[in-house]
């Protein structure tokens, strides 16, 4: 059974910090891209930032750059987010993905992606 779980959310003041990490179980996680997608409240879901299974490349949403910094452990299978500089506007559900597409293509084509977790919610707020 595939199973991506996500963990690491919380609420936060603006301007902090949080690590969400993505455990990952079930499929050859060496051979997927992993992405992270949000969807905050009344909004559509955003692919917000991808890494490669194959170099590493990573790829961010204008809305996470510079702020953003996504990474993974091929030993443990897991894949972290790290969030610094937290504004309101990043308070969302932020979801694991994975899928065999290219990760340079993950954040604007998210929806194809093959396997998704349930969510962290993550709450930026005074």
């Known amino acids: 059974e595939v199973q991506l779980v996500e963990s690491g959310g919380g609420l936060v003041q603006p301007g902090g910090s949080l690590r969400l990490s993505c455990a990952a179980s079930g499929f050859t996680f060496d051979d997927y891209a992993i992405g992270w997608v949000r969807q905050a409240p009344g909004k559509e879901r955003e692919g917000v930032s991808c890494?490669?299974?194959?170099?590493?490349?990573?790829y961010y949403a204008d809305s996470a750059k510079a702020r953003f910094t996504i990474s993974r452990d091929n030993a443990k299978n897991t894949v972290y987010l790290q969030m610094h500089s937290l504004r309101p506007e990043d308070t969302a559900v932020y979801y694991c993905?994975?899928?065999?597409?290219?990760?340079?293509?993950?954040?604007?084509?998210?929806?194809?992606?093959?396997?998704w977790g349930k969510g962290t919610l993550v709450t930026v707020s005074s």
């Open positions: 993905v994975a899928g065999a597409m290219s990760a340079h293509n993950c954040i604007d084509y998210y929806y194809g992606m093959d396997y």
């Open positions: 890494i490669s299974s194959t170099d590493g490349s990573t």
